[in-house]
């Protein structure tokens, strides 16, 4: 599968976290991935919509507020565990 290399524990953890907090938000995984990015440092998300849904998402996540202790989980399950050679 093409796909299967990108499926490790650290993936899993995350989108578990992310799926967590969404549903304390009662958002959208991708609400709270969003709002994430929104918030970080030097970083700017690029979001080009191609479905209605997908626009609710983006201006859903405007007005989520995740918390200090939010934030701190997804960035420790975010963080690199190691660098992987993907073939």
């Known amino acids: ?7 490790t524990d650290q993936a899993d953890t995350l ?4 799926v967590d ?3 304390e938000h009662n958002a959208t995984p ?3 991935a969003i709002a994430w ?5 030097n970083i700017v ?3 080009g919509p191609d479905h209605p849904d997908q626009v609710d998402d983006v201006f ?3 007005d989520i507020e995740l918390s200090n202790e939010q934030h701190q989980q997804l960035d420790t399950a975010s963080k690199p565990s190691e660098i ?4």
């Open 1 to 7: 599968d093409r796909f299967e290399s990108y499926m």
């Open 37 to 41: 990015l929104l918030n970080r440092d």
């Open 84 to 87: 992987q050679h993907i073939a």
């Open 30 to 32: 991708a609400q709270i």
């Open 45 to 47: 998300p690029i979001l």
């Open 15 to 18: 989108i578990q976290t992310v």
């Open 60 to 62: 859903g996540a405007l």
């Open 21 to 23: 907090i969404a549903k």
